[in-house]
């Protein structure tokens, strides 16, 4: 039963990057259309952010989990001034594939520059040791992480519903005309919300540095996986994709325990499952007309 | 859809200039082994079927699927498998190989053409991914990291083990593949596809069963990518996960859309162009293979949509105001403001919205 808990306890930690990464996804696919495949590279570029301000700066993590997402945010507004901007209104399959194009040339920038090798970074002292959960004790800064990752979630989830910049966000979301109509800007917030999505990502990834492999590939295949958290949840949904986000985490953590050979596949398996039950996803609308 | 903008009409040439066309593709198909390393050539044309396969879906009926390495991946295994366990002829193993990805993809289609449009790509590729990982567990049938080694090239007693003349003996299965996909391109069935691409509401309004159309066509196209797949582990001696990796759907992809989507011919020439450029860069000793993959799908997507072929097809398109180009079809940009050109499609999707 303790390793059962211990277990879910793990999947909740590794769901956390699932959330954050999937709310970035979800944010920027609901203000422009666009699904980014770059989001990954932009994970893994966080955890190397940490690791050259650490290296280069002598910076220890706590500013870089300030400083890497703010200047992730910043380029990912640049790429969207420069490359996503000039697609948004095409197929939104275009959009899909420049960003794969775009994650394909900084996970092999940072491949040759790195190397395929894991970069040891350490975790900040005051998150060392661990800490007595009651039934078991945990590492320290796990828990951080779990609960760094639900404050973000809320503090997203509030703003996009009891602000007046997340309302015209949302509003932009759906009728992007009758916004247009009432006054209000569309085109003033499509570039910050592409920055703030990747911020997230970076910020992902700033947490991922002192517990996971920091490598080139550490992105790759975990924005696949992504994808399947957000068909899960429901793409369009900002809650629904967090949510699936834990969700998948668990499963897979569970999944490892009893058949180990599957654990990978689980999410797929969760999602084949979906698709089947309920394609929109189980926090997504259903689409009215089938294009 | 705004593929179909770039896809156009398919009576563009002359008989004369088709079959002059023709014969030049088939001279350069017998002739590459004597120019080219005959193994790289036989890249090129495997990869080609490959792209072509992927053209039936995302030129023809415009669904994206970013998960073909499944089918191509797992004929290279089958293939591999059927091989090296029975000994038969390798057209028969390739057959097998081939009817493998087909039941493979059944079940993938049934679930994925559930969605459309973007998720359906995010779909696929998942697929694939699950397809990549029980691959990469289930070691004892497929070697795991080692791959599938010692495939051997058996035909019946023939030595093939000169890469010249076993270009000539799968030449023709591949040609055969090539063959079948522009016979269900021109076909009645053909036609229905483009329908569904160009209007699925108004196909499915006109009695088409629109979502068995979309895993019929699925299914051939992976058989075909299977037929490429298992030519390619044949020609190769083995299988790896890097045939069922994600960077295998990606670089299909890149083919097609550089050769020029809904072409039919011009996936080809992606691959030939993308082969050739991989073979450069690995015998200069050059690493940086998906820099340039990612620098070519920038490219492409940002400055060059048409593609090669749809880029030659276009320059010589007729000028006489002919019909076709009448609804300004020329025309391929929209204005380029977000907010003032979405589409009722693109609404709908963002309708679901947070």
């Known amino acids: 039963m303790d390793a059962l808990l211990q277990q879910l306890f793990n999947g909740l930690v590794s769901g956390s990057f699932y959330a954050l990464l999937a709310l970035g996804l979800s944010v920027i696919f609901g203000m422009l259309g666009v699904v980014n495949f770059a989001h990954g590279a932009f994970y893994m570029l966080g955890a190397f952010g940490a690791l050259v301000l650490l290296d280069s700066f002598g910076l220890n993590w706590w500013l870089a989990l300030l400083l890497v997402p703010i200047g992730l945010g910043l380029a990912g507004m640049v790429v969207e001034r420069l490359f996503v901007h000039r697609l948004v209104a095409l197929d939104p399959l275009y959009n899909f594939l420049l960003t794969f194009g775009i994650a394909l040339i900084l996970q092999d920038l940072i491949r040759l520059k790195y190397g395929v090798a894991s970069q040891p970074y350490d975790r900040p002292d005051v998150l060392g040791g661990s800490v007595n959960l009651g039934l078991f004790s945990y590492p320290k800064y796990q828990v951080f992480v779990l609960i760094f990752s639900i404050v973000i979630s809320v503090l997203v989830w509030l703003v996009l519903n009891r602000t007046r910049v997340g309302m015209i966000v949302r509003a932009s979301t759906e009728r992007a005309e009758l916004t247009k109509s009432f006054g209000i800007d569309v085109r003033r917030w499509i570039t910050p919300v592409f920055g703030f999505g990747i911020a997230l990502a970076g910020l992902a990834g700033v947490l991922a540095a002192p517990m996971r492999a920091v490598n080139s590939g550490m992105g790759g295949d975990l924005i696949i996986v992504i994808f399947a958290v957000v068909v899960i949840g429901g793409l369009g949904s900002v809650f629904g994709s967090v949510a699936a986000g834990y969700i998948v985490g668990m499963l897979s953590a569970v999944g490892n325990l009893y058949v180990p050979a599957l654990s990978q596949s689980l999410v797929f398996i969760l999602m084949a499952l979906v698709l089947l039950l309920r394609p929109a996803g189980l926090f997504g609308r259903e689409e009215g007309v089938l294009a | ?354």
């Open chain 2, 1 to 354: 859809m705004i593929i179909s903008r770039l896809v156009e009409g398919s009576r563009r040439f002359s008989t004369g200039v088709r079959i002059a066309l023709l014969v030049t593709g088939l001279l350069l198909a017998f002739g590459m082994p004597w120019f080219i390393y005959p193994p790289v050539a036989l890249d090129i044309v495997a990869w080609g079927l490959f792209a072509v396969a992927l053209d039936l879906l995302l030129g023809y009926t415009g669904l994206l699927s970013f998960g073909h390495a499944a089918f191509w991946g797992s004929s290279a295994y089958a293939t591999g498998i059927i091989a090296i366990e029975s000994g038969l002829p390798f057209y028969l193993a390739v057959l097998g190989g081939a009817v493998v990805a087909a039941l493979i993809a059944l079940p993938i289609a049934m679930l994925s053409v559930r969605r459309t449009g973007i998720y359906f790509a995010m779909v696929t590729l998942a697929f694939a991914q699950l397809v990549f990982y029980i691959a990469n567990q289930w070691r004892s049938v497929t070697g795991g990291e080692n791959g599938l080694q010692g495939i051997p090239r058996e035909f019946f007693g023939l030595d093939l083990s000169d890469s010249f003349f076993f270009y000539y003996a799968a030449l023709p299965l591949l040609l055969l593949g090539l063959c079948f996909a522009w016979r269900v391109v021109h076909s009645p069935f053909g036609r229905v596809l483009v329908a569904i691409r160009e209007n699925p509401a108004r196909a499915r309004a006109l009695g088409y069963p629109v979502d068995r159309y979309k895993v019929q066509v699925f299914v051939l196209s992976a058989f075909l990518a299977g037929l490429a797949g298992g030519v390619y582990a044949i020609s190769h001696g083995f299988a790896s996960l890097q045939e069922v990796y994600w960077t295998t759907s990606g670089k299909v992809v890149v083919m097609t859309i550089l050769g020029g989507m809904g072409t039919l011919w011009g996936p080809v020439l992606g691959a030939g162009v993308i082969v050739t450029l991989e073979d450069f860069l690995a015998t200069a000793g050059i690493d940086a293979n998906r820099v340039l993959m990612g620098a070519i799908f920038v490219i492409t997507v940002l400055l060059f949509r048409r593609g090669v072929w749809g880029t030659v097809r276009h320059l010589f398109r007729p000028r006489d105001g002919g019909s076709e180009d009448a609804g300004g079809g020329d025309r391929e940009e929209p204005d380029p403001d977000p907010s003032d050109a979405r589409s009722p499609e693109r609404d709908r999707a963002a309708a679901r919205g947070t």
